[in-house]
């Protein structure tokens, strides 16, 4: 199944919630700490660019681990 913004979260803190509304930082902890599964790591793959500008617009700290 592939996720889009409106799919609903499959697991974890944010279960339920459409994807659009987990936050970036949560999902992108998730990638970087390979703690999502293929769905999930499609959908922040797909949406990799506005995720990580999202995180910059709200001045939340990032750091992509290398």
Excluded: F, H
Excluded at 4 to 14: A, H, I, L, T, V
Excluded at 17 to 43: G, I, T
Excluded at 44 to 65: F, P, T, W
């Amino acid at each position: 199944m592939t996720l889009n913004d409106n799919s609903p979260m499959p697991w974890g803190k944010y279960k339920g919630e459409k994807m659009v509304n987990v936050p970036a930082a949560y999902l992108m902890w998730l990638y970087d700490n390979n703690k999502c599964n293929a769905e999930v790591q499609a959908y922040i793959e797909d949406n990799m660019g506005a995720l990580k500008e999202e995180i910059r617009q709200s001045g939340r700290r990032y750091v992509q681990r290398t």
